[in-house]
């Protein structure tokens, strides 16, 4: 398979088989904490990177194989080793999977896009949206995500305040802390203003676990994570 991996054990949604719509590291950010080292194409240009029935066919063949019966997964999860939505047949993917199967459709998203009203509506189709927010302010989103030229934070609050009014079905949050770049408690209380407007269903704390981009990126201590949870409320959790 070269676009499907797994199925594998999720912390999060159980058994999930992934889906890549991208080449190794097409994105517009270069995170430093990712685990799939530095991004080769830094881009918000959004084509056609793979071809869709290439995606469709690789699905179909392993929905009718012997894998399916021995690991069912619990969702099928768009994310890979890019930016799903730069794929900009987006829309027709996720209407074809969902014709295929009635597993539950993610989609794990750096939202870096959904300024775009065209983005927002190409993601309307899937069950879950777990977009990840891990900056509020431009100085610390161009420390951590490092995004490409002309994205801005603000512009990526305002693409996921406009997309909870849109969407209707679950958004799981997630923020990936960083110690002594985003998780101070003065930049906590800063998120939870945003995050306020924002309303997600979820807001899932994620911590640097792997090996990652920038060798210095270190998580925050245990006692840290439950005082950013604590101020963010009863709709956060720990998922590292």
Request: charged share 25%; with cysteine; hydrophobic share 40%.
């Amino acid at each position: 398979m070269r676009y499907l991996y797994g199925p594998v054990h999720s912390r999060r949604l159980g058994l999930s088989l992934g889906i890549t719509l991208t080449p190794h590291k097409v994105c517009p950010f270069d995170c430093i904490y990712c685990q799939l080292g530095r991004t080769i194409i830094k881009t918000r240009k959004r084509q056609s990177y793979i071809k869709s029935n290439e995606i469709i066919s690789e699905l179909k063949e392993f929905l009718k194989s012997p894998a399916l019966k021995s690991a069912a997964p619990d969702y099928i999860s768009i994310s890979g080793f890019g930016e799903p939505t730069l794929h900009s047949n987006l829309a027709y993917l996720i209407a074809e999977i969902k014709k295929l199967t009635l597993i539950p459709l993610a989609l794990f998203t750096n939202a870096a896009l959904f300024y775009d009203p065209e983005v927002r509506r190409d993601v309307l189709g899937v069950d879950l949206l777990v977009p990840s927010l891990d900056a509020v302010t431009q100085g610390v989103f161009r420390e951590i995500d490092r995004p490409a030229p002309g994205i801005k934070i603000k512009d990526v609050i305002k693409g996921l305040v406009a997309l909870r009014k849109e969407f209707k079905t679950g958004i799981y949050l997630e923020i990936m802390l960083v110690k002594n770049v985003n998780d101070s408690q003065e930049y906590s209380y800063k998120f939870k203003e945003v995050i306020d407007r924002i309303n997600p269903d979820k807001i899932q704390l994620n911590i640097p676990v792997r090996s990652t981009t920038e060798s210095w990126v270190m998580p925050p201590d245990r006692e840290r994570l439950l005082q950013i949870k604590e101020i963010l409320g009863p709709k956060c959790e720990i998922v590292a």
